[in-house]
């Protein structure tokens, strides 16, 4: 039998256009990696492919500590810290919820649970400028616009029915004869949830976290919105940074912030990318 070639011009094909795509969605990233490390006399002279001729970190230091956003010049540090405070109860009180709701679709079932399914999931296709004005009203009548309990429960609400459609698919794969069984043993609601179905759920909460750690730390238009100026998200410091000039534009310093800010989520995917593989093959994209 013949063997095949491992450079036959099938693989051939397929390994140049894999590194053609790889190169085409790398090239940002270089051009504003090599451009964040230059002088602007570099800069100037136009050519924004080729490499430093002289690597300074200059840049970094500025937009991380001395830049101008707005009316002051303490670069997006204190933006940085702001997106945490956001993403961090951003993240965990949806997937909490998210996972509660998806547990008590698949397994208890209650009265009128597919209707409440049914709206949850026509609210993940309104568009969220529809639903900007409404909740400034909302939040407004509360006393929370402008505040970080304000910007968190408005990211809750527009995670709420994709969390409780990831954790809805993936419980609805696990065999009903094991809840059946702790139901048995006695246990109740929330003690199969908590000893049961959690245990059981690290692959779709991975997936679950990525998704909106990463929605949450790129998001500009809600963090503008109603997050309020001492709590302004690290996407609307990069924005200050950007627009504010005072004399030459400084683009070494805004290709250092811009790669600051989508730091975060570049490191999560590097480092759990793995795992949100599994966790879609698990079960959070079944119907």
Same mark, same amino acid.
């Given at each position: 039998?013949?063997?095949?070639s ?7 094909g ?5 590194i ?8 940002p ?5 090599v $451009?964040s490390?230059?002088? !602007? =006399? =570099?800069?100037?002279?136009g ?5 430093p001729?002289q690597?300074?970190?200059?840049? &970094?230091?500025?937009?991380w ?9 303490e670069?997006?540090?204190? #933006?940085?810290w ?5 993403t ?13 709701n998806?547990?008590?679709?698949s397994?208890?079932? @209650?009265?009128?649970?597919s $209707?409440?399914?049914?709206?949850? !999931? ?11 004005y409404p909740l400034?009203?909302?939040?407004a009548?509360? #006393?929370?616009f #402008?505040?970080l ?7 809750m609400?527009?995670?709420m029915?994709? !969390?409780?459609?990831?954790f809805?698919n993936?419980?609805?794969?696990? @065999?009903?004869e094991l ?6 043993? #006695? ?10 179905m959690?245990?059981m ?9 990525? !998704? ?31 627009n $504010?000039?005072?004399g030459t534009?400084?683009y ?5 912030? $811009? ?5 975060? @989520? ?8 793995? &795992? ?12």
């Amino acid at each position: 039998m013949k063997r095949l070639s491992h450079f036959n011009p099938a693989r051939i094909g397929v390994y140049a256009f894999l590194i053609s795509a790889a190169l085409f969605f790398l090239l940002p990233l270089y051009v504003m990696l090599v $451009t964040s490390v230059k002088p !602007m =006399e =570099e800069i100037r002279l136009g050519n924004i492919f080729a490499l430093p001729l002289q690597i300074t970190l200059q840049p &970094w230091s500025d937009a991380w500590s001395g830049a101008c956003t707005g009316a002051s010049c303490e670069g997006i540090r204190g #933006g940085f810290w702001n997106s945490v405070a956001i993403t961090v109860p951003s993240t965990i009180l949806p997937i909490l919820i998210g996972a509660l709701n998806g547990y008590a679709l698949s397994f208890w079932k @209650p009265r009128g649970a597919s $209707t409440l399914f049914a709206i949850l !999931m026509v609210g993940a296709f309104i568009p969220l400028q529809v639903m900007i004005y409404p909740l400034v009203r909302v939040l407004a009548a509360f #006393g929370l616009f #402008g505040s970080l309990p304000g910007i968190v429960v408005v990211h809750m609400i527009f995670a709420m029915p994709v !969390m409780t459609l990831l954790f809805r698919n993936y419980y609805a794969a696990i @065999p009903h004869e094991l809840f059946q069984a702790a139901r048995i043993d #006695g246990g109740g609601f929330f003690r199969i949830f908590i000893h049961v179905m959690l245990p059981m759920s690290l692959p779709i909460i991975v997936v679950a976290a990525i !998704m909106q750690v990463t929605g949450v730390w790129n998001d500009y238009i809600l963090g503008l919105v109603f997050a309020g100026r001492d709590n302004a998200p690290m996407t609307v410091q990069l924005n200050n940074v950007i627009n $504010t000039t005072t004399g030459t534009r400084l683009y070494n310093v805004n290709m250092a912030a $811009t790669i600051l800010t989508s730091l975060v @989520p570049l490191a999560i995917y590097f480092i759990s990318g793995r &795992w949100f593989v599994r966790g879609i093959a698990a079960g959070a994209v079944k119907g």
